[in-house]
T-cell receptor
Framework: AQTVTQSQPEMSVQEAETVTLSCTYDTSESDYYLFWYKQPPSRQMILVIRQEAYKQQNATENRFSVNFQKAAKSFSLKISDSQLGDAAMYFCAYMEENSGGSNYKLTFGKGTLLTVNP | DGGITQSPKYLFRKEGQNVTLSCEQNLNHDAMYWYRQDPGQGLRLIYY???????QKGDIAEGYSVSREKKESFPLTVTSAQKNPTAFYLC????????????FGSGTRLTVV
């Protein structure tokens, strides 16, 4: 079974600074997807960024970018110019490629709680 | 507006009682999922369904049951056999052939009293 490991239970960053959240995963598959989700205090899950394993280029969404190292099975999230609204629990997630239909199961890490200090 | 509605937001249950959590979507999504969230545990998959009248167990299905009689609805029943049911429950859905296109509900907090 695939596993996702987030080794940092908590992180903190100063407003406007940059922070990197770590994620490693274990899989024997070559085609898969990786995600970072944000869960603010409202507990609503919000997709932050997505990476297809077959793409070598790292995904970027505004202030959020990833460092995808396929051989090392590493998928870190960098948040630049941190804002108070970035404070949340961040989950790394893995999804196996499924060409057969609509069944796409997400496997989540345990999360990293990010605090942003003013 | 399209989305997933979970109800109720908070639910209290006495020990030994079954309780059903509602999940309804108007997104015309094929697949639906139930996840359980505990502090420090991330989200763990309970059950999932790809089509009407079909569903599969996830990683922690013991003590739970589901049904999928309509495409829009995927209710989760927490039975008295679930030893530690107090948790936050999230429902999600995604359309066919769209990996990662999950839409999440806002969750139900279940507390056993």
């Amino acid at each position: 079974a695939q596993t996702v490991t987030q080794s940092q239970p908590e992180m903190s960053v100063q407003e406007a600074e940059t922070v990197t959240l770590s994620c490693t995963y274990d899989t024997s598959e070559s085609d898969y997807y990786l995600f970072w989700y944000k869960q603010p205090p409202s507990r609503q899950m919000i997709l932050v960024i997505r990476q297809e394993a077959y793409k070598q280029q790292n995904a970027t969404e505004n202030r959020f970018s990833v460092n995808f190292q396929k051989a090392a099975k590493s998928f870190s999230l960098k948040i630049s110019d941190s804002q108070l609204g970035d404070a949340a629990m961040y989950f790394c997630a893995y999804m196996e490629e499924n060409s057969g239909g609509s069944n796409y199961k997400l496997t989540f890490g345990k999360g990293t709680l990010l605090t942003v200090n003013p | 507006d399209g989305g997933i509605t979970q109800s109720p937001k908070y639910l209290f249950r006495k020990e030994g009682q079954n309780v059903t959590l509602s999940c309804e979507q108007n997104l015309n999504h094929d697949a639906m999922y139930w996840y359980r969230q505990d502090p420090g545990q991330g989200l763990r998959l309970i059950y999932y369904s790809q089509i009407v009248n079909d569903f599969q167990k996830g990683d922690i299905a013991e003590g739970y049951s589901v049904s999928r009689e309509k495409k829009e609805s995927f209710p989760l029943t927490v039975t008295s056999a679930q030893k530690n049911p107090t948790a936050f429950y999230l429902c999600a859905s995604n359309p066919r052939y769209t990996p990662g296109g999950y839409t999440f509900g806002s969750g139900t907090r279940l507390t056993v009293v």
